[in-house]
């Protein structure tokens, strides 16, 4: 190679590392905010770490529901679509892969709910009322 290839090369690499560098900092520096509680202003937080900020304030599982039903039904559907095409081949695999993918979504939806619902309560603070003689 060439001094002039040599160089295109090392200016690319340097390119882009300052660029993967700079975006690696920022993200440490919002999730470090994240983490505190501190949310940086409006238009500072990129799309990508509204998810993480949605799910450091706790959420339902409703999505997980909603996803889990929707690709177990696709899935159902290709197979019973596919099925007449070719019988059972590997074909089915289009349809059993979001299949089994929904059915761990609502796996994890339910088994996260009832962990919910079964988790103790905080003590109340009012006292119990002492039957008088």
Known sequence: MDGTTVFLIVSVVAIFGAVVLMRWFKHR?????VEKGLLP???LLPKQYTRYVRASRGRSGRGLLGWGVALAM????L???LLPVDGFSPLLLFGLIPLFIGL????TYFVTRKEEATAPEAPSEEKAEVPSD
């Open 29 to 33: 520096e919002i999730l470090a905010m």
């Open 41 to 43: 202003r409006q238009g």
């Open 74 to 77: 696709l899935g159902l559907a």
């Open 79 to 81: 197979i019973i679509g």
């Open 104 to 107: 761990a979504l609502l796996i």
